[in-house]
C-alpha cells in the first residue's frame, strides 16, 4: 500500500470516530423542579410542553422561539438528547421511532420516566 493510501484510509477512520462521537455526545437534560425536565430548548411537566415552565427555567426568549414555531405537540416530545415523552402514555423513551408493528420501538427510559411523571 502507498503512502497516499493509507493517508486516506487514515483520514477517512478519523472522520468516521469524530461524526460518532458527536452523533453520541452528551446533550443535557435535567430537572430544576419535581415534575420538570428541561433541556436548551425547552421545559415540561406531566401535562406537557409548558410555556411558563420554559419561561421560568430558560426565559423569555427561549420560550417565545419555541413557541412561535407553529403547532406542535404539547404531549408527544422529544428533548435534545433523543429522549422521547408522551404524556398520554405516561412513559419516556430512548427514541421516538416505531418498530414495524406499528408500536413505540423506543426502550423505556425508567430515568427520565420517573423525573417527569413520578412512575
Known sequence: MNERTLLACLV????SVAIWAHAH??????SPA???LCDRFMC???MGVSRSLTEKYLGVRTATRLFSKGEFSLTEFTFANGI?????ERLCRM???YGADG????????RYTALLFGN
Not at 12 to 15: D, Y
Open 25 to 30: 455526545t452528551a446533550i443535557p437534560v435535567w
Open 12 to 15: 477517512a477512520s478519523l472522520s
Open 103 to 110: 408500536k413505540r420501538s423506543g426502550a423505556i427510559s425508567k
Open 44 to 46: 415540561a411537566s406531566d
Open 34 to 36: 419535581k415534575g420538570v
Open 95 to 97: 427514541n421516538r421511532y
Open 84 to 88: 422521547f415523552c408522551d404524556v398520554n
